[in-house]
């Protein structure tokens, strides 16, 4: 019995397991299911782009260089003498206006040589009247010497007087013409003399105006050599100044970025047509004034390949603001922007370009390449004359994969479209 039971269970343990694998043999047609297809089409990558459209543009260059004052005044000693006096405002960095006296010169000698000269004129005055009572004396002598001489020739000529009273009266009129004519030579000399002394009194006259010296015009008191009691010579700078009624900046402007402004002005270039604001960095805002183009340098800069232009600020203390605006002074170094009159153009950034291409949206919403020559650039931006037109719709962003064809979502970036175009009209920069 217990025989017959081992083999039944054997038995069993062999079947259960056989009929379980058949039965999952035939369920698994049954439940067998299609794999899932990848077929399936992406969703469209989205993109930035920028609708073109000419926007105002303000071509411009950036310059640098230092302020100078536009006039510099030396006061140098024209006369000999001891400073006697000097104004209050005579001191380094002081304002002065026109006409105000600052230093004085002791006139002593002045004043003394003039009275000599006064009195040598008057001298000549008695001399010359003296010279005149003498030549009409001298010259009565002359007419009574010439009479007798006519009488005595005519006596002789009758066989009356003898030939040596007719030459003594002869001699009598030559010494009456040379009496006469000493004192026309004496009287010649005291009217030259008369001039070389009227001319010493002018000097000395106008010597006295140059003890006294004065502010030209409105300045700025420098460096300042000459002190109270200090005796000077003729030619020594008493002290230096500059005006204060314009300052100048001779900014350098690199050649290769004047493309802007030279192509705004065409073929007949004046730079008196440019538009020029002087700009300083001050803690918080930029300071500016606005000046005027004067000149061009002479030379280009050999080292920096720069050219020279001179601007002018025209009161510059009257622009001061304390806290926004401070006093352009000598040796400031300054920005210098020159800009040409506005204009429409179309302008994208130019980091847009990509070797010469840029990459566009189509009409079908798909990607496509075109190749673009930018005229020239201002800062990050490009201005483009050929190869784009207003409605171009640009990618301003870069795809993850760019393929031209590919089927994007354009997404109008309107906040670097009003970027764009306050840049290109200078915005962003100032006060």
């Not at 005519?154 to 001699?171: F, I, K, P, W, Y």
């Not at 010493?200 to 409105?218: E, G, K, M, N």
């Not at 409605?391 to 997404?411: E, H, N, Q």
Request: aromatic share 2%.
């Amino acid at each position: 019995m217990s025989l017959l039971k081992t083999v039944f269970l054997r038995g069993l343990a062999v079947a259960l397991p056989s009929a379980a694998g058949v039965a999952a043999i035939m369920l698994s047609g049954a439940i067998a299911q299609a794999p899932e297809s990848k077929g399936k089409s992406p969703n469209p990558a989205p993109v930035r782009v920028l609708t073109l459209a000419p926007v105002e543009i303000v071509p411009r260059v950036i310059g640098y260089g230092a302020v100078g004052p536009a006039r510099e005044w030396r006061a140098v000693a024209r006369i000999d003498g001891e400073v006697v006096e000097t104004a209050p405002d005579l001191a380094n960095g002081e304002n002065v206006s026109a006409g105000t006296p600052l230093l004085r010169i002791d006139d002593t000698d002045l004043r003394l040589a003039l009275a000599q000269t006064d009195a040598q004129l008057r001298a000549l005055d008695v001399k010359d009247a003296t010279l005149r009572a003498s030549r009409a004396l001298s010259q009565s002598d002359l007419e009574l010497s010439a009479a007798e001489l006519a009488r005595q020739r005519t006596l002789q000529d009758q066989g009356v007087a003898t030939r040596s009273r007719l030459e003594q009266a002869d001699r009598a009129v030559l010494a009456a013409r040379a009496k006469v004519t000493e004192i026309d030579n004496q009287m010649a000399l005291n009217a030259a003399e008369r001039e070389v002394l009227t001319a010493q009194r002018d000097i000395a006259r106008r010597s006295l105006d140059f003890t006294t010296i004065r502010a030209p015009y409105d300045l700025r008191i420098g460096a300042v050599s000459a002190e109270l009691g200090q005796v000077v010579t003729r030619g020594a700078t008493l002290f230096t100044a500059e005006g204060t009624e314009a300052a100048e900046i001779a900014a350098q402007f690199p050649l290769g970025r004047m493309a802007p402004v030279v192509r705004a002005l065409g073929p007949e270039v004046q730079v008196s047509n440019l538009r020029a604001v002087v700009r300083l960095p001050v803690p918080g805002h930029i300071a500016e004034w606005p000046a005027t183009v004067m000149r061009v340098g002479e030379a280009i800069d050999a080292r920096t390949q720069s050219a020279n232009i001179v601007v002018r600020v025209d009161d510059p203390l009257d622009l001061t603001q304390p806290g926004l605006r401070p006093p352009l002074r000598r040796n400031m170094y300054v920005e210098v922007e020159l800009s040409a009159p506005a204009r429409q153009a179309l302008v994208i950034p130019a980091e847009a370009i990509s070797a010469g291409r840029v990459l566009l949206v189509g009409a079908d919403d798909r990607l496509e390449t075109r190749s673009i020559v930018p005229a020239y650039a201002i800062g990050g931006l490009a201005i483009v004359t050929e190869g784009l037109a207003a409605g171009d719709r640009l990618v301003v962003t870069d795809p993850t994969l760019a393929i031209p064809g590919m089927a994007v979502t354009p997404l109008e970036d309107a906040r670097l479209a009003a970027a764009i175009a306050a840049e290109a009209k200078g915005g962003g920069t100032g006060e």
